[in-house]
């Protein structure tokens, strides 16, 4: 018959000889392997408690910063949802009420940020994306759980602790580049307006 | 019939035309972009000074080229006028210049800005690559105006179009709101902070180019780009009751007027269309609406029209192949017999 590819090969269904018929020769052989395998050192590590030396920007779970004063720096401006490929961000957005100034940087704030870590493909897009440096990629990686709800990270989760010291730092993932830009003041993105110096319009017109 | 020339396209248009309706009816692709002038408010145009072209040649009768660029939304055609707008480079770096101008006193909020991914300052911006500022000085800020329940104004984002004045001029039958002071301190207010209250005075909210003038009922509800824009119409005894609807899931979240390629209202709507309606049963829906296919907006945005394309494409392609396969196969055979 001929041959449907090129690969195949005719199968032999050679007789086995004696010794081979005995099976211990085989058998004695791979407990060799297998025992000279238990001297050796382990490829893998017994991960909760020891971990693996990671690289310092390695992308693992989300931060979502706080600015010096403590601040939320996320205005829910929604481009990191948008630049995510997995569609992994969902976010609602409120009104900052007046008393609130301490707790959210600008006029608006996300009231609800989540992020499906089951979805997320930590590719680092949102971070690219973000106007206001709110969320970042850290070196820490996303625990096990049971459940797949628990997966979905609020902002309970991902907004880093109010205390100074508790902070997670991410200076390590601010390239030069970034750096150098952040030097010019010309760029828009690097300008602070504060919205709280209204210039009151009645006193200028009588300057006028 | 005065002859024009705009970008090297000639068209034959009526007197009394401006260079910037003449270059419309030619098309987008030598249309200026224009922030004040709308054409369905009389008068309006004149103020921003985008929609600046080149007039290298005045007329039949007097050849000479205008001494420096002129607003195309002012000024008439003559006949054998030749008009440079995209393709003069001169021309688009004094526009850019322009842009420059509209955005020295504009907050950079656009990430909290409602008006964010529809804003004509946004993509003019945009398109001219003014990523930086030279202004050094503080930015012209105003306080905080309660102009009423329906609409919020931000005076801090106008740019002083002047469109929404026009609006409640020529819609409303009495106007509140105006523009007060002169200079570099005039703003957008209502006199004695009047509540605008007429039933047209939504409509300020469509043709502001800017954020300045935004629908409370959606202030900050989501961003437009989450939103799915869908075209429906309802009985209204006031306006026509053509309008775009833009839903999050199974919720409507804001009414709009629907808007052609020129970003301009095709029908007024009233203020029960626009801010009272907010249920799916109130309207019949009549199919997803038309988006820029490079608007932030046409993300996951599909249209029947261009799905039906799309799909008719595929099967003429695919028609093609099977023809194709069936001449080659029967070529074949032809010469297989012989």
Not at chain 2, 118 to 145: M, P, S, V, W
Request: hydrophobic content about 35%; charged content about 30%.
């Amino acid at each position: 018959m001929q041959a449907l590819t090129k690969r195949s090969k005719v199968v032999v269904n050679k007789q086995l000889s004696f010794v081979e018929k005995l099976y211990l020769p085989a058998i004695l052989g791979g407990m060799r392997i297998t025992l000279t395998h238990l001297f050796k050192k382990s490829a893998t590590v017994k991960y909760p408690e020891k971990k693996r030396a990671i690289s310092n920007v390695y992308r693992g779970q989300h931060v979502l910063k706080r600015d010096e004063n403590g601040a939320e720096r996320c205005t829910a401006c929604g481009l990191c949802a948008v630049a995510c490929p997995a569609e992994a961000i969902t976010m609602l957005s409120a009104e900052r009420k007046k008393g609130e100034e301490a707790l959210y940087r600008e006029e608006k704030y996300a009231s609800v940020y989540e992020i499906n870590m089951l979805r997320c493909i930590f590719c680092g897009l949102c971070e690219e994306a973000c106007p206001k440096e709110a969320i970042f990629l850290t070196n820490r990686i996303v625990p096990v759980e049971f459940e797949r709800n628990d997966f979905i990270y609020g902002k309970d989760k991902l907004v880093e602790p109010m205390e100074k010291d508790k902070r997670i730092d991410v200076s390590i993932r601010e390239t030069t580049e970034v750096a150098e830009f952040k030097k010019h003041n010309e760029y828009g993105h690097n300008q602070v307006w504060d919205g709280s110096k209204a210039i009151d319009t009645k006193k200028k017109k009588k300057a006028h | 019939m005065p002859k024009v020339t705009i970008d090297g396209h000639e068209i034959e248009v009526p007197k009394g035309t401006t260079i910037l309706q003449a270059a419309r009816m030619i098309g987008p692709e030598v249309a200026p972009p224009a922030m004040c002038y709308y054409s369905k408010l009389k008068t309006s145009g004149g103020y921003c000074r985008t929609c600046i072209v080149k007039v290298t040649k005045g007329s039949a009768q007097n050849p000479n080229p205008m001494p420096k660029p002129v607003a195309s939304c002012r000024t008439e055609v003559m006949d054998g006028m030749e008009v440079a707008n995209f393709t003069s480079p001169d021309l688009l770096e004094a526009r850019k210049g322009v842009v420059e101008f509209l955005l020295i006193n504009h907050p950079l909020d656009c990430p909290i800005c409602d008006q964010a991914g529809e804003c004509d300052l946004q993509n003019l911006g945009y398109e001219h690559g003014a990523a930086k500022t030279r202004y050094d000085f503080e930015r012209r800020t105003f306080e905080k105006i309660d102009i009423g329940n329906k609409v919020q104004l931000h005076m801090t984002r106008c740019i002083l179009c002047y469109r929404c004045v026009k609006t409640a001029d020529q819609l409303c039958s009495n106007r509140v709101h105006g523009v007060l002071n002169r200079g570099d301190v005039s703003e957008i207010s209502t006199y004695i902070q009047n509540a605008i209250d007429n039933e047209w005075s939504g409509n300020v909210i469509d043709v502001c180019p800017v954020g300045a003038l935004t629908d409370k009922t959606f202030r900050f509800k989501s961003r437009v780009w989450f939103t799915k824009p869908v075209d429906a119409h309802r009985d209204c005894k006031t306006c026509a009751g053509k309008a775009r609807i833009w839903f999050k899931g199974e919720e409507v979240l804001r009414v709009t007027g629907r808007k052609d390629q020129w970003g301009e209202v095709q029908d007024w709507i009233c203020n029960d269309c626009r801010f009272e309606k907010k249920k799916v049963s109130d309207w019949t829906i009549e199919g997803p609406s038309h988006i820029d296919r490079h608007s932030v907006i046409a993300q996951n945005h599909y249209e029947l029209q261009n799905l039906k394309l799309d799909v008719g494409r595929q099967l003429n392609k695919l028609a093609g192949e099977a023809e194709k396969n069936n001449t080659n196969t029967s070529t074949k055979k032809a010469t297989a017999k012989k």
